[in-house]
């Protein structure tokens, strides 16, 4: 994520402001793709916990069903998180590939990840 | 699929036809040689049993002979199947001896031919089965191919068995053979066995009373023939517990509401959804990689449904060929504008 800068004034903000601020950079300095694959790992973030929900409430019945959805949102948002690495600009040292390139690999990780989960979902 | 399924029959079908053939044959040769043993043995062939309609055993000349130590042996005569007219008294010493001769009668006639019994026993039973914890004593009768049956019993022999129960015995006469004969069961009548008691102050006599009651506790309590076991039912487990349907639905809504978040920060984000490609070709190839990858989603989907795992991975190898060159053309067309994009800048 993008880094912090520190408040302009000496005495401590609200931390309202500061969370304001963190937006508003975050915002500014991160480039729309990536943000798009924030947006897209606070999806499975959300969609995973709100399995481990239902588990909690219900039970763990359907278990290969549980354990392949959650293991999917898990293993998706690995990718989604190497995904943002590699197509990151800033990380790029020495390595000589296009996002392109990671985006296909994204696919095909996915791809495979779908394969393991429809086997185990029972 | 289904030519190997055809090939695998065929070869199936000539196997099965292999083995009919070779065991045709060799049922052939086998009956030829039984044919030429039957013949010549024939002439020395012993009475049959098995072809003959049914018929009866006949016991004659039975005698049951008591010598008490030092006495003159006293023989009595029985007619089968009548009992002892008074029962027997058997003392230490004493030696009993049971002789008999067997016939078979063919069904409707008088005469019959001699037989040895294939199997002969003597069994004494006590007469007060509760206090009986050795239970039967059985000994097995000698017997020639002429038919005689006989039985030298020496009382002291048993005398330990005897001593443990002694008292009245019923004797019964086991005969058995093989074909279509009724079998026999003759009882002689009551034996009274006057033995002394196990001497309960003896060592021995007591180890071993120990020792026979430590096996019977080993051996479980005497089954009286074969029982069927209580039949096996298989044992359904209850169900697992399971939610309402509103619930699961509702809850299927609220883990597909991130769907929503997701739209909504990708929106926010600024994506751009029209930035379609300008060429026909690249708009194509566009199309058709979202198609493929919708593809195997849907075949994912089959594949929890209906499909088998190799039906799928052999569908997805056919998919996975247009997706990788669609991709191809797509994502460099997507690469060649960022370039320009960056260059114009």
Same mark, same amino acid.
């Given at each position: ?10 005495? /401590?903000?609200?931390? /309202? ?106 | ?74 023989? $009595? ?40 019994? $294939? @199997? ?44 443990? @129960? ?67 039912? $298989? ?100 690469? $060649? ?9």
């Amino acid at each position: 994520m993008a880094s912090k800068k520190p408040a302009v004034s000496s005495a /401590a903000p609200p931390p /309202a402001a500061l969370l304001s601020q963190l937006w508003t950079n975050y915002r500014a300095e991160t480039g729309v793709r990536l943000q798009l694959v924030d947006a897209y790992m606070v999806f499975l973030l959300l969609t995973g916990i709100l399995q481990f929900v239902h588990v909690v409430l219900v039970g763990t019945f359907p278990y290969n069903a549980f354990i392949s959805g959650f293991a999917s949102t898990v293993g998706a948002f690995v990718f989604a998180a190497a995904l943002r690495v590699q197509t990151n600009p800033k990380n790029r040292q020495g390595r000589d590939f296009s996002p392109e390139r990671a985006f296909a690999d994204f696919i095909f990780c996915n791809l495979v990840l779908f394969l393991a989960v429809t086997n185990f979902i029972g | 699929m289904a030519r190997i399924r055809l090939l695998r029959a065929c070869a199936l079908l000539f196997a099965l036809l292999c083995f009919i053939v070779s065991v045709t044959e060799a049922a052939k040769s086998k009956d030829a040689k039984s044919v030429k043993k039957v013949k010549k043995a024939k002439k020395a062939a012993e009475p049959s049993v098995d072809v003959e309609g049914p018929r009866t055993l006949k016991l004659s000349d039975f005698t049951v002979t008591v010598r008490h130590s030092g006495e003159e042996a006293t023989t $009595h005569t029985l007619a089968y199947p009548k009992p002892l007219a008074k029962p027997l008294t058997v003392r230490p010493g004493d030696s009993l001896r049971l002789a008999f001769q067997l016939d078979v009668v063919p069904e409707g006639k008088a005469e019959g031919k001699a037989l040895r019994a $294939h @199997q002969a026993f003597i069994v004494f039973r006590p007469a007060n089965s509760n206090a009986s914890p050795d239970g039967e004593l059985v000994q097995v009768l000698e017997s020639t191919p002429n038919g005689k049956h006989r039985i030298e019993l020496i009382a002291n022999r048993f005398a330990k068995y005897f001593s443990r @129960q002694p008292g009245d015995f019923n004797v019964d006469v086991l005969l058995g053979v093989f074909g279509n004969v009724q079998p026999v069961r003759y009882p002689l009548g009551t034996f009274h066995v006057d033995f002394p008691p196990a001497d309960l102050t003896d060592r021995t006599v007591v180890e071993d009373l120990a020792k026979r009651a430590k096996q019977r506790a080993l051996e479980g309590p005497a089954d009286d023939g074969f029982m069927a076991l209580p039949e096996i039912e $298989h044992q359904f487990r209850p169900d697992d517990k399971m939610p309402p349907v509103t619930f699961s639905l509702g809850f299927s809504a609220v883990v597909l509401s991130p769907w929503f978040v997701l739209v909504t920060l990708w929106k926010l984000a600024g994506a751009n959804p029209a930035n379609l490609p300008s060429s026909p070709v690249a708009l194509l190839a566009h199309g058709t990689f979202l198609s493929c990858l919708a593809g195997f989603l849907g075949l994912f989907y089959l594949y929890w449904t209906q499909l088998r795992l190799l039906q799928t991975i052999s569908y997805g190898a056919i998919l996975a060929v247009v997706t990788v060159l669609s991709g191809r053309v797509a994502l460099s067309d997507i690469a $060649h504008r960022r370039v320009k994009a960056t260059k114009k800048e």
